[in-house]
């Protein structure tokens, strides 16, 4: 049997879509369940979820009280019947046959957890350009998992599809983790010897945030949660992570430095201002290039946004870095003495 786990919280807009997706896949022969973990849900979304439910026997709903993804997957994971486990989000499509191919590459490549291409589709002006930079190296760094034509082992995919020995073996989501649930599951699968594996025939379209406050707050906390993941695995940062907390920093220290001189508070060099001016020069002619790389794939409409929404991914991500970085450091024993029990089982 193939389980689909689906975490959601307060989703009216989109859950509906979500299931009309899931109940039109190509499942003939395979024997398969829907568990939705819902988050106490106050804006409708359960409602839909129990007529659902009412309607197609294989859709199961439960709760999950503490409203995170993470819990919300754990507890999906912990009530499956099924033999492989399949994560799908609300704010994706799918294409019909994504399901099977989850399977097909599951079993054709025997690896630990397999995924598509992160391909982004986003609704409105705001959101197409938002879309259109994540896929734009520049926005996210070139990971290998964002690249659609992909074949190989890599360090993370969209999603996931697991076989259920596979959790129980390197254990199930951290709970502890607000964000980054993924990044930090991966990590024990690759440890612990096992592969990760894209397929570019595993379609799906993601809908990114659609405006630049939620894209802010969304980055934000990418970037604050990932802190805590490289310091449970005790991970080398790598550069993708550190160049937007070193560039919002610099920009932070060279600020001080004008600021202190100008007021006569502190005699700094007068160099200080014009290497701030120089790195911000060379930023916004990098963001401007690529601005014009983008805009020239997706549609010139888009060229006057593209500059705020790198600014926005870098920024964003950077001060959630650096504040993570303040925040871990300095709570050696953060986590609760649940979540510490709890993240010792996934370590």
């Not at 395979?30 to 979304?45: P, Q, W």
């Not at 990932?226 to 080398?236: G, N, S, T």
């Not at 991500?317 to 925040?327: H, I, Q, S, V, W």
Request: glycine share 8%.
């Amino acid at each position: 049997m193939i389980s689909i786990v689906v975490p959601c919280r307060n989703e009216v807009q989109a859950i509906e879509g979500l299931l009309e997706s899931v109940l039109k896949q190509d499942l003939e022969g395979l024997r398969y369940e829907v568990i939705v973990a819902d988050g106490m849900s106050d804006d409708g979304t359960h409602e839909i979820l129990e007529k659902a439910r009412e309607q197609h026997p294989q859709i199961r709903l439960i709760d999950n009280p503490s409203r995170i993804v993470s819990t919300g997957l754990n507890a999906a994971i912990y009530a499956a019947h099924g033999d492989i486990i399949i994560r799908m989000d609300v704010h994706t499509e799918y294409k019909d046959d994504y399901i099977r191919r989850c399977v097909e590459v599951l079993d054709k490549t025997g690896a630990d957890n397999v995924g598509g291409a992160c391909i982004a589709k986003g609704k409105g002006y705001v959101g197409s350009a938002i879309a259109a930079a994540f896929q734009c190296a520049f926005a996210v760094g070139g990971a290998r998992w964002h690249r659609p034509s992909h074949k190989g082992p890599v360090d993370t995919v969209h999603l996931g599809c697991w076989r259920r020995e596979v959790l129980q073996k390197i254990g199930f989501f951290d709970e502890s983790l607000v964000r980054n649930q993924d990044d930090e599951l991966n990590p024990r699968i690759v440890r612990a010897g096992g592969t990760i594996w894209p397929a570019p025939d595993i379609v799906s379209w993601y809908h990114p945030r659609s405006s630049f406050a939620s894209l802010f707050r969304q980055y934000f906390q990418y970037g604050f949660w990932k802190v805590a993941v490289i310091r449970k695995h005790r991970l080398p940062a790598s550069w993708r992570h550190l160049v937007p907390g070193t560039f919002v920093l610099a920009n932070c220290l060279f600020l001080a430095a004008v600021i202190l001189r100008e007021t006569s508070m502190l005699a700094c060099p007068s160099w200080s201002a014009n290497v701030g001016a120089g790195m911000d020069t060379l930023y916004a002619c990098a963001s401007l290039f690529f601005a014009f790389l983008t805009a020239k794939r997706k549609g010139w409409a888009l060229f006057p946004l593209l500059p705020m929404v790198f600014a926005i991914y870098h920024l964003a991500y950077g001060l959630g870095f650096l504040a993570g970085t303040f925040y871990f450091s300095t709570r050696p024993r953060y986590l609760t003495q649940y979540e510490t029990v709890f993240t010792r089982l996934t370590r």
